[in-house]
């Protein structure tokens, strides 16, 4: 998940993979249920001269002594500046916070109390400047609470969260403020902008007034009391998944590992002893849960671990997330209503490309027939090879397992047999040759000569490779470790922005859960990490091929973010990729012709789970957040959705809602999880446009492609950028043709 380094952002409800407020890990709130107050300094209520004039007074020194502050201050060093990891400790951030805070309230007191007329250059301009030294703050905070969420980080983020959400809002409510806002939309036609200008103005006056700029006095109170009570909301979700994550199934004797590779059984035994238990473990994230669920020839052991997996969030103890469930669904509701909206996915899908939630279903729908069947087909082949294990009743902890077997069988393809091809180093090698021959941008590592916040974490910097013209940094923190949330993002900490004639380029980041094995071993991983790796670098390459110019264009609608990142999944089977990078781990040769044929061969092998998996999951997201009623049991709900939409027993849904991050740990994602859907519908189709080409690295489209979709960021429509990328809207055919469903 991406985090944003400008004022507009924290308004865009996502960007590339990420909240637009760095999301802090979750507290509880304060013994009277409700957050603490915050009290946003605000000037005297003087004459508007006299605050402008004490405001800039109150800037110019506020500045002076947040230049002092590390967690504040401009990021120096080598490189245009770079994260200062080395002096970041957790017990200054409150600190920072309050001086952060108060800053950016100067800051937007001198434009509000501005006593010239309203214009671009006096009103937006520094709303687009302000807020970087509490941004800084909150970009390294944000970090540690994904990658190092000690218990100090928690108790930070419980104190905090509320009074940064409370300050954003104190923007958002500022009459003056968004009266200067108002009065250049109006005149916005006649005002000489550039059409880029133009439409920041547009896409601002709409955040504002969608965030509640326009509700009576008493309504903003209202309004900000919700995002306060959310915003610990989040965080508490956030805690308590985490700290079921943080949990393991215990392997104790040999007989346990029936089935398991080495490799994996290598895993799970360093595993054990990062944790100082004897045996193997399983540890409750999908990184090592999966791998095991698909190997496993012990059933029950893999129901234990996959009811572990599935049950976290729902266990009865002090991290179960229901009761928050229910209290972040009503509060959404209650905001929707607010501000004039039907319902909270109205509300959400408000900045999207699809706009109305029935687009969305609609699409869903048109997938959702030919998944099933599907499935239906995929259990009917396992449920021959289970009957001889005399399994009578097929469940979904048999799914993952006997698919393995049935993909043996048909396609004579183990996926064991794969992994010696996909060592961790070369893949990340590869994928840096993919963005250079689409994009001629080159990767020189240099580790060690900038700091890093995990002695794991690697860095290269990136360059134009014809030019040598320098793009920015690439981090890459690919291994799981306790205290660090599960699954793959990426992370934007610092993006591309010109408008204050400066060119500030890309610090972005990679955030991977790959299982190390013993020490000094490859690290092997699995044609499905591989793609995860491609995915996240995808979102990368977004950044690192900015040519914004005002920072609240970086990012992108949240049904359009997931597109680039999708995209890139292709280049992992490629030819050029396989002959060069997939390299046996001891032999050191490339994988044979005939393996390759026989993975193109399963190309579509279980598509019916996958998506239905998926789908299971984003139809619940946007079913939840388009009742009427209120919620009242979580369970009674998932299951009734289930079996309304007629939901294969066999399948269990990828996030069940008391472990559904994406919805509850911040708005990010609800009411959005159908976006992998719509952007995978331009995914598709741009691999139809290689296709055509017969060159899956031809130059033009890759150039079309870098030009409309990548470097203009939010700058321009994205319907119109597909429109002029491939002459056309996206197909929807391709996506079924893709994941080999029926096209009529």
């Known amino acids: 998940m991406s985090m944003m ?79 200062p990891w080395d002096q970041v400790k957790s017990d200054r951030f ?46 390294l905070f944000s970090v540690l609470a994904s990658s190092l969420n000690t218990k100090d980080v928690q108790a930070i983020d419980r104190e905090w969260s509320p009074k940064l959400t409370e300050a954003y809002d104190a923007i958002v409510f500022d009459p003056k403020l968004f009266a200067r806002i108002s009065a250049i939309y109006d005149a916005r036609t006649t005002s000489n902008l550039t059409p880029e200008q133009q439409r920041l103005v547009e896409e601002t006056h ?40 943080d949990t393991w199934v215990v392997l104790a004797k040999q007989d346990e590992l029936a089935g398991l590779p080495e490799t994996q059984v290598s895993a799970l035994k360093r595993a054990a002893e990062e944790r100082k238990v004897e045996g193997w473990a399983v540890v409750n994230t999908r990184s090592s849960v999966d791998p095991f669920l698909s190997a496993s020839a012990r059933r029950d052991l893999r129901e234990k671990v996959w009811r572990a997996f599935k049950s976290r969030g729902e266990n009865g103890n002090d991290n179960d997330t229901n009761a928050t469930i229910v209290k972040i669904v009503d509060l959404r509701a209650k905001r929707a209503a607010l501000l004039g909206y039907p319902t909270h996915a109205h509300w959400r899908m408000s900045t999207t490309m699809a706009v109305d939630p029935q687009k969305a279903t609609d699409l869903m729908m048109r997938v959702w027939p030919a998944a099933v069947a599907r499935v239906k087909q995929e259990v009917a082949d396992m449920k021959k090879l289970a009957a001889k294990d005399k399994v009578a009743t097929f469940e ?12 043996k069988q048909k396609y004579a393809l183990d996926q064991d047999l794969l992994k010696p091809y996909f060592e961790l180093n070369n893949m990340i090698a590869a994928s840096f040759f993919m963005a250079e021959q689409l994009y001629d941008l080159s990767f020189t590592e240099i580790t060690g000569k900038v700091p890093v916040f995990h002695p794991d974490v690697r860095v290269w910097e990136v360059k134009d490779k014809s030019t040598g013209k320098y793009r920015g940094l690439f981090y890459g923190d690919y291994f799981a470790r306790a205290n660090k949330r599960s699954g793959a993002w990426a992370s934007t900490y610092q993006s591309h922005e010109t408008f204050t004639g400066k060119n500030q380029t890309v610090v972005t980041s990679n955030n991977n859960n790959f299982v190390r094995g013993k020490e000094g071993e490859p690290v092997l991983i699995s044609l499905d990490d591989a793609e995860t790796l491609f995915h996240e ?3 990368a390459l977004h950044s690192l091929l900015s040519e914004v110019n005002y920072p609240s264009f970086s990012t992108t609608p949240r049904d359009f973010v997931e597109y680039p990142s999708q995209v ?13 990078y997939a390299l046996h781990a001891k032999t050191k040769k490339p994988m044979p012709a005939a393996l390759i044929k026989k993975v193109e061969a399963a190309d579509k092998f279980n598509q019916g789970y996958g998506t239905v998996e998926y789908m299971l999951s984003a139809i619940l997201d946007m079913q939840l957040h388009m009742m009427k009623e209120p919620l009242t049991d979580v369970k009674a709900f998932e299951r009734d959705t289930l079996k309304k939409i ?65 470097a203009p960021g939010n700058s321009t429509d994205r319907s119109e950028a597909y429109r002029q990328f491939r002459g056309r809207d996206p197909d929807v055919k391709a996506l079924l043709k893709k994941r080999g469903f029926p096209t009529k």
């Open 206 to 245: 709409k955040d504002f007034v969608r965030l509640g700029a326009k509700l009576t006095p008493d309504q903003k109170v209202q309004m900000g009391k919700i995002n306060q009570e959310l915003s610990v909301l989040f965080t508490d979700f956030n805690k308590k998944v985490l700290a079921d994550e």
């Open 537 to 539: 670098f995808g979102h």
């Open 396 to 407: 979904p902890w048999d799914y993952l397992y006997y698919s393995e077997k049935v993909r």
């Open 646 to 710: 007629g939901a294969p027993s066999e399948v269990a849904m990828r996030h069940r809602l008391p472990q559904f991050n994406h919805l509850f740990s911040s708005d990010s994602y609800s009411a959005g999880y159908y976006s992998y859907l719509w952007s995978e519908v331009m995914d598709a189709d741009t691999r139809e446009a290689f296709a055509e080409a017969k060159d899956v690295f031809h130059k033009p489209t890759a150039a079309k492609m870098r030009q409309f979709i990548l």
């Open 94 to 139: 409150p600190a920072a916070f309050g001086k952060g805070i108060t800053l950016r309230a100067a800051e937007i007191a001198v434009i509000a109390n501005n006593p010239e007329a309203p214009t671009f250059a006096n009103t937006f301009v520094p709303l687009e400047d302000s807020g970087r030294y509490l941004n800084r703050a909150e970009t």
């Open 568 to 580: 890139h999944e292709m280049w992992v089977m490629s030819r050029p990729i396989l002959e060069k």
């Open 5 to 83: 380094s400008r004022f507009g952002l924290l308004f865009a409800l996502a960007s590339a993979c990420g909240p637009a407020k760095p999301q802090m890990t979750q507290p509880a709130p304060p013994a009277s249920g409700q957050p603490e107050p915050y009290a946003v300094p605000t000037p005297p209520q003087a004459p508007a001269v006299d605050q402008y004039v004490q405001a800039k007074a109150d800037v110019q020194r506020l500045r002076a002594e947040a230049d002092k502050d590390t967690m504040l201050a401009p990021w120096g060093g080598p490189y245009g500046g770079v994260p």
